[in-house]
């Protein structure tokens, strides 16, 4: 298995328990937010699931930055900000909910123009739905079909709403054969989309990488979206924000969590149905067996709110 992921990973603590007393488990963030002058927050999963807006969530936001804290938004959907702005704000997201957004398809933009600047060829196949085609606007390439193209850009199963990575199995085959070079647009193993959980880019590119595919994941929990990230809110608050001032929010242990401890900052847990049995409902037992063995987040919320 071979998998880049643009730079390495920052060095964290070895891995440790929950401390003493376990992970807190808060019915509101409004005493902990005094503690962070900025929030990096997911967006599908804390904000949104893909069809209804978590206004709990939303309302939190607002407050945290009526009281001047700064919201960055961070996302590993596969296409630039703009579109998926447009996107959680036909769903219900308001504006005033956040200062800037970062996605991982802008992060997967610069590195397919780096490859583009050192590569003879502007052919590639887009692994993923004809909605997903915003990512490559304004970038000079040339889609192919596999016996033809020279980089794959992976965006997500073409029918994620019956596919699953087995039935990519063939094709993983083909593009062994060839030798091609795989960009992961987002990281992503399984999202919560309505009530139904669904594969993602990176449940793909895990399979590939598992045939001895080569892999670079832009996104979440990698460092390279981390720091445009701290870039986004220097520019929003006229200085740049010390990590120990820093809350990730996000639903996803493996992209979120996992990330944040990588970064050096420190995270809520907001989980999805992807970690919590929604009918037994999220406990302390439950998060100590989550985070048995990792760098835990500070605190833990049911959902968002203030």
Same mark, same amino acid.
């Given at each position: 298995?071979?998998? *880049? @992921? ?5 060095? @964290? ?14 019915? #509101? ?5 005094? *503690? /962070?002058? +900025?929030?990096? !927050? ?15 969530? !939303?309302?939190? !936001? ?13 996302? *590993? ?26 996605? #991982? ?7 397919? %123009?780096?490859?583009? *600047?050192?590569?003879? %060829? $502007? ?9 997903? $085609?915003? &990512? ?31 039935? /990519?199995?063939?094709?993983? %085959? ?22 139904? @959980?669904?594969? !993602? ?6 399979? /590939? ?16 979206? /981390?720091?445009?990230?701290?870039? &986004? ?7 740049? @924000? ?19 401890? +990588? ?8 989980? #999805? ?6 009918? $037994? ?26």
């Amino acid at each position: 298995m071979k998998v *880049n @992921v643009i730079k390495a990973m920052s060095n @964290v603590d070895a891995p440790r328990v929950a401390p003493e007393g376990g992970i807190p488990l808060l019915t #509101s963030i409004g005493p902990l937010a005094k *503690n /962070y002058d +900025a929030w990096l !927050c997911d967006i599908w999963g804390v904000l949104h699931n893909g069809i209804d807006t978590f206004d709990s969530a !939303c309302e939190a !936001c607002i407050k945290y930055r009526e009281a001047g804290g700064v919201v960055v938004l961070i996302s *590993n959907a596969p296409r630039p900000k703009n579109p998926v702005i447009e996107q959680f704000t036909a769903i219900g997201v308001p504006g005033d909910a956040w200062d800037e957004v970062i996605t #991982s398809g802008d992060v997967t933009r610069t590195l397919l %123009s780096q490859w583009l *600047n050192i590569s003879p %060829s $502007r052919r590639i196949f887009h692994l993923g739905p004809e909605r997903d $085609r915003s &990512l490559f606007t304004g970038i000079e390439v040339e889609f192919a079909e596999i016996d033809a193209a020279d980089l794959i850009v992976n965006t997500g199963l073409f029918d994620d709403t019956t596919e699953t990575p087995d039935d /990519y199995s063939d094709l993983f %085959s083909t593009f062994k054969q060839r030798a091609l070079k795989m960009i992961c647009a987002n990281p992503d193993i399984k999202v919560e989309r309505g009530n139904k @959980v669904i594969y !993602c880019a990176g449940a793909l590119a895990e399979a /590939y990488a598992e045939r001895g595919g080569e892999v670079t994941f832009a996104g979440k929990p990698h460092l390279p979206i /981390y720091e445009r990230a701290f870039d &986004l809110m220097a520019e929003v608050r006229g200085e740049s @924000v010390p990590k120990s001032r820093i809350l990730a929010i996000g639903d996803n242990v493996k992209t979120d969590i996992t990330g944040a401890a +990588a970064a050096g900052i420190d995270a809520l847990f907001v989980p #999805s149905a992807i970690h919590v049995d929604r009918e $037994r409902g999220l406990d302390s037992a439950m998060l100590a067996e989550i985070f048995d063995g990792m760098v835990p987040p500070v605190a833990a919320q049911t959902a968002l709110k203030w």
